[in-house]
């Protein structure tokens, strides 16, 4: 193998496909990155058997080859060249020789043999998805997703396709986040859970313009984003029926506005504690008071102003849970429901995002 190829832009694709590999790999070839060049294109490679991401970029390509190297030792030998063309090439016994302005390095690698090979669709179903709109929509569920082993299914995400909508839901127990959004493709019919790992690489990865095309095989999904390719595992196991946990609208609901409420919300966190997490909202007549008291640290108070004439309710929530969903919130006042002080809290917007969020016990 030899190419020649521009330092930064090498540099991004690395980027792409490292952030998947761990440290604690029992296999040392999951540890590197798969390098193939191949007619005027580079292609990396990386992989934990759970996930894989492919990166293609077009370069000069003066003799084709692959080879295997250590990620993380290799990406931090491009970080520290000068910014210049790179030259790269393969020697026997799986050298690689790395040549820019007057650098010179030599790593060892492993063969391409050694390396997993990513799964292979074909002729499977798929559907073409903006890139801004799965981007907003992981965007404002990703954070309700569960990272305990016991509830495995939980670990991710749904993703139920059904006619010409996409609805995402995500839930640890204690809140669920629903987004749901109109797509091009009309009449799939499927319900996948994507693990975290895998959501929270797409939501790095997705842009502002194109578009995805997410196709489906039994227990495997490939997002193709042309020069980037992400493919997963899915979570097996049914995901639990959300719908039985949402509440009916009421018709007293709290206006106030996001950005007043989130930055009382996080004043009043500052006095939390490991053993006292919970924050008070007291829902008066027109205002809301958000307070914390903690014995040996203080106490804080604030009154915020709402459009409010329904019944007074003394509740407590996990700050985070609340300003979470205020932090992805597009509208500048939200409609907040909250129904007793053993009842969750929901914030709706129109009929294309819900969210809820469990109480807490005051103390």
Not at 250 to 270: C, H, T, V, W, Y
Not at 299 to 308: A, G, K, N, S
Request: proline fraction near 5%; include cysteine; charge should be neutral.
């Amino acid at each position: 193998m030899k190419i020649k190829i521009l330092k930064q832009t090498f540099l991004k694709n690395i980027q792409h496909v490292q952030n998947i590999i761990s440290s604690k790999n029992s296999l040392p070839i999951l540890s590197n990155i798969l390098i193939e060049a191949e007619k005027n294109k580079v292609i990396l490679t990386s992989t934990d058997l759970d996930i894989g991401i492919s990166s293609v970029l077009e370069t000069d390509i003066e003799e084709e080859g692959a080879i295997t190297v250590p990620a993380k030792r290799f990406s931090d030998i491009i970080k520290e060249l000068p910014d210049e063309d790179i030259s790269i090439s393969t020697m026997k016994n799986n050298a690689m020789v790395i040549k820019c302005s007057k650098c010179f390095f030599k790593i060892i690698g492993l063969p391409k043999e050694e390396f997993p090979k990513l799964p292979e669709f074909k002729d499977e179903p798929s559907v073409v998805i903006k890139q801004s709109v799965l981007k907003s929509m992981i965007n404002m569920t990703h954070f309700s997703m569960s990272h305990d082993d016991t509830r495995y299914v939980l670990n991710g995400s749904l993703f139920l396709f059904k006619g010409k909508k996409l609805t995402i839901v995500t839930t640890d127990g204690k809140r669920l986040s629903l987004v749901k959004k109109d797509i091009e493709k009309d009449g799939l019919n499927k319900a996948i859970i994507i693990p975290s790992k895998t959501i929270y690489e797409l939501n790095r990865i997705l842009g502002d313009e194109g578009d995805i095309k997410i196709v489906f095989s039994e227990n495997q999904v490939k997002f193709d984003l042309k020069n980037i390719t992400i493919i997963s595992r899915l979570i097996e196991g049914d995901f639990p029926n959300y719908e039985q946990v949402v509440p009916k609208e009421p018709q007293e609901k709290i206006m106030i506005q996001r950005s007043q409420f989130l930055d009382g919300i996080k004043r009043a966190a500052l006095l939390t504690t490991q053993d006292s997490q919970s924050v008070k909202f007291e829902i008066l007549k027109n205002k809301i008071v958000v307070s914390k008291s903690s014995p040996n640290i203080g106490e804080v108070r604030e009154e915020m102003d709402t459009l409010y004439k329904g019944q007074e309710i003394t509740v407590g929530f996990n700050p985070n849970y609340i300003m979470d969903v205020l932090k992805v919130i597009p509208q500048d006042e939200i409609a907040l429901e909250i129904f007793g002080p053993d009842k969750p809290a929901v914030i709706r917007i129109e009929d294309w995002f819900l969210y809820l969020a469990l109480p807490m016990q005051l103390v």
